[in-house]
């Protein structure tokens, strides 16, 4: 079992000072639990995210109880990476949960490896309805069956754990496997080169014009 102590956080604590105490500001939520805002160690906490990510359920110890819930949410520094809010959800004991799964692509595709074609990921999460415990981690997607371009994976040829159901649309696209794209070769138009000798003639003749007119004028005496 996962578990995290939680303190009780005011909204007027300035989020930068917990920080600096080595805390991550939270807050749990759900359809029948109020926004409480809370704290939780930042060491502990991201031990915990990694190993349960956001389908395994994580106890909060709380002033005000347990509460079971999901990492429903973490905001992450653009700099560092590293977690500076997070949210979870509780959710009700005895009831389903409907979350979305991160998605594993194992497994070769003939299509791929010896056609050349491209693998296409439609989907990267999947969206399944479960008892909390009956949770996965992640979905594998066995791209094997891809043997030819054009073949695909829809979300209902998916094999889900038992007490796992699909709240996908079945007929959604997963995966599929298209044609290498062919490189055009860019046309190069041929060069007129009888334009071009038109042109460097008509400058020659011009030139040609206007030496005879200078030698007229030279020669003519003046009167």
């Not at 819930?69 to 979870?88: C, E, K, M, N, W």
Request: glycine residues 6%.
């Amino acid at each position: 079992m996962l578990t995290l102590k939680a303190e009780a956080r005011n909204k007027a604590d300035k989020l930068d000072q917990i920080r600096k105490a080595g805390k991550v500001p939270a807050v749990f939520y759900g359809k029948k639990e109020a926004s409480t805002s809370i704290s939780v160690p930042k060491i502990d906490f991201i031990k915990v995210w990694k190993e349960a990510g956001e389908s395994s359920v994580v106890t909060l110890e709380t002033p005000e109880g347990i509460k079971e819930s999901l990492i429903q949410d973490v905001d992450l520094d653009p700099i560092t990476g590293v977690p500076r809010h997070a949210d979870f959800y509780v959710f009700e004991k005895g009831h389903k949960v409907e979350v979305e799964l991160p998605l594993e692509f194992i497994g070769v595709s003939p299509a791929v490896k010896d056609l050349g074609g491209m693998l296409v990921k439609v989907l990267y999460k999947l969206k399944i309805e479960a008892m909390p415990k009956d949770l996965p981690h992640s979905i594998n997607i066995d791209i094997s069956p891809l043997a030819n371009f054009g073949d695909q994976i829809l979300a209902k040829d998916i094999i889900l754990s038992s007490g796992v159901e699909l709240k996908e649309n079945p007929e959604e696209v997963v995966a599929l496997v298209s044609a290498p794209r062919e490189e055009k070769e860019e046309e190069v138009l041929p060069v007129d080169l009888s334009e071009i000798e038109v042109e460097k003639k008509g400058k020659e003749g011009e030139e040609t014009i206007e030496t005879n007119e200078s030698e007229v004028k030279k020669e003519t005496p003046p009167v």
